[in-house]
């Protein structure tokens, strides 16, 4: 495809602002001119405080050290997640989700042996969290960052305020030489064929531009409503479609957590996430089972806040996706695709690997409308493979507490991976088969998935015909893997301390 001279972002949020950075970076030296358009009256969804450990590699991409955006966005360090309350089975009530690292690659083989011999029905130790040393971290309230180097790398996450990251990004780009525009977009014109020619604003006249990014938003401004792209609902795999979010203080002379906690509730989930200067939570709820009122109520008890006058803030959405989140000239990233819900915060990956990938494939010097379909088919992928490892927690649950946890776990709508993974664990002899089938078109990979079923419990009850040859085996394997774990993170720093040497 031939380069733009003028590439028009609209939208200032983390989206609009992290696709200029990668934007700017690609393609600034070639002479292509970036606008950003956002409306700051309008303002941005101001949620989402968690990422993957692929944020790392956006800021290493950027050439952007920790101790310059960390301490300006209030971000602290994320070695995993735990989910406590997902699963009554005993001795299963929570469990952590690790970033799988290369540290863990001796103990993991074992950790999966003894799933093994669990899912046969053996009496072994299989709960995740003596397996991996991310755990470990988190349990001891360590960060991931170690005194002296460790045996080998760790991956990790953060944890940030929104609204800093995106007003961060901004003053980047800016020093990137992106143009921004402060204003509101009031409608978007096309042409015969159906591509934007340009966009009206109210103050600053028409904006033309070669290629325009839609990163407005839930409103999906330019792709859903100006080129009609429709949002393929979700809703019958993942029932969440609303959360209500409220702060509470952190004090960073006590022991700051590394880990987000991710906590069943009556009716859904509720996150706490600790940022250098206070928490972030908020109740992730189905507004089928219950009102805006009850889970403000339901949230307000949990944090102990019932009489606080802090105000909560609502949102809702609609789980989904697009089919095209690359039409005509315009791509869409960030909430103008759609979204699924905040569990296991996949969704800033998402940005990062459409613009990315968007990237590529517009600089591909054989670009046909053949990549263009490849590029939102492997899109789909990406989400659709999100879609089965959240939809995975739900199905695995054990509560009984309400009708949406009973509704979540007999659920029958599933893909046919998930289906397949599922009965594979369940039916003890398969997982392994099954894993190495998806592997290439599953987004969460092996470890994740133990790590979910095991960690719940999903196992069959302990057989009578026990294998005592099996249990010693495990039992050493638990030892091992325990000890090492131990071992391995004795090297760490407070999370705190580590925390304060930024500031
Ligand atoms: C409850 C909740 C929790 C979440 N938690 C996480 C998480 O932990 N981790 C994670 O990775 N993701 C999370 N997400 C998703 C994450 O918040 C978004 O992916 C991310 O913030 C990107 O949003 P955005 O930039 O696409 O949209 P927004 O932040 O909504 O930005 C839209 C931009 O478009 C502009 N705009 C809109 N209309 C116009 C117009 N007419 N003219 C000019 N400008 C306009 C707005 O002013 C704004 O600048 C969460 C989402 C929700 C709803």
């Not at 971000?75 to 995993?80: I, P, Y």
């Not at 600089?363 to 995975?392: C, M, P, W």
Request: proline share 4%; hydrophobic share 35%; glycine share 6%.
């Amino acid at each position: 495809m031939s380069k733009p001279n003028h590439i028009v972002i609209v939208g200032g949020g983390t989206a609009g602002w992290m696709a200029a950075n990668l934007m700017a970076q690609a393609w600034q030296s070639q002479g292509i001119k970036i606008t950003v358009i956002e409306s700051t009256r309008i303002g941005t969804i101001g949620v989402g405080e968690g990422s993957t450990p692929y944020l790392r590699q956006f800021f290493h991409r950027l050439n952007i050290p920790e101790a310059e955006w960390m301490p300006a966005c209030h971000a602290t360090f994320k070695c995993g997640i735990s989910f406590p309350d997902w699963s009554t089975n005993k001795g299963y009530e929570n469990y952590f989700h690790p970033f799988y690292s290369m540290i863990d690659a001796p103990n993991a083989p074992l950790f999966f042996e003894n799933c093994s011999y669990r899912r046969q029905g053996s009496d072994v130790f299989a709960h995740p969290n003596d397996f991996f040393v991310t755990s470990k971290l988190a349990q001891a309230k360590k960060s991931p960052i170690a005194a002296t180097p460790p045996r080998k790398p760790v991956e990790y996450g953060y944890h940030f305020d929104a609204e800093l990251l995106g007003q961060y990004l901004a003053k980047k780009a800016l020093e990137k030489g992106v143009n921004h525009i402060d204003d509101k977009v009031l409608s978007v014109e096309t042409i015969a064929d159906g591509s934007i020619s340009h966009l009206i604003t109210e103050n600053s006249g028409e904006l033309h531009a070669d290629f325009f990014v839609d990163c407005s938003g839930f409103s999906g401004l330019l792709i859903q409503q100006t080129l009609g792209e429709k949002i393929t609902s979700k809703k019958g795999y993942l029932k969440c479609d609303s959360a209500v979010a409220l702060p509470t203080p952190l004090n960073l002379q006590n022991n700051v957590p590394s880990e987000t906690v991710s906590k069943a509730l009556k009716y859904g989930w509720v996150w706490n996430i600790p940022l250098t200067k206070r928490f972030g939570n908020g109740y992730v709820y189905c507004s089928d089972y219950i009102s805006k009122a009850e889970a403000e109520a339901e949230l307000r008890q949990h944090l102990g806040m019932e009489n606080s006058d802090a105000k909560a803030v609502h949102l809702h959405w609609q789980p989904g996706r697009l089919e095209n989140h690359w039409r005509k000239n315009c791509v869409a990233i960030g909430l103008s695709q759609g979204f699924l819900e905040p569990l296991e915060a996949p969704m800033l990956y998402l940005v990062q690997r459409t613009t990315e990938n968007f990237i590529a494939y517009f600089q591909h010097e054989n670009f046909n409308s053949d990549l263009k379909t490849r590029f939102n088919r492997e899109i789909n992928l990406l989400i659709d493979g999100t879609v089965d490892y959240l939809q995975a927690h739900y199905k695995a649950n054990t509560r009984d507490d309400s009708q949406f946890w009973i509704d979540c776990r007999e659920n029958t709508c599933m893909s046919p991976s998930l289906s397949a993974i599922l009965s594979g664990w369940d039916e003890s002899r398969n997982f392994e088969m099954v894993m190495q089938e998806q592997a290439n078109t599953q987004v969460y990979q092996r470890a994740s998935w133990y790590c979910l079923l095991a960690g719940m419990g999903r196992f069959k009850p302990i057989s009578e015909a026990d294998n005592n040859v099996n249990k010693n085996r495990a039992e050493q394997n638990h030892q091992n893997a325990n000890q090492d774990c131990t071992a391995q993170s004795e090297v760490f720093i407070a999370h705190n301390e580590h925390l304060r040497t930024m500031t």
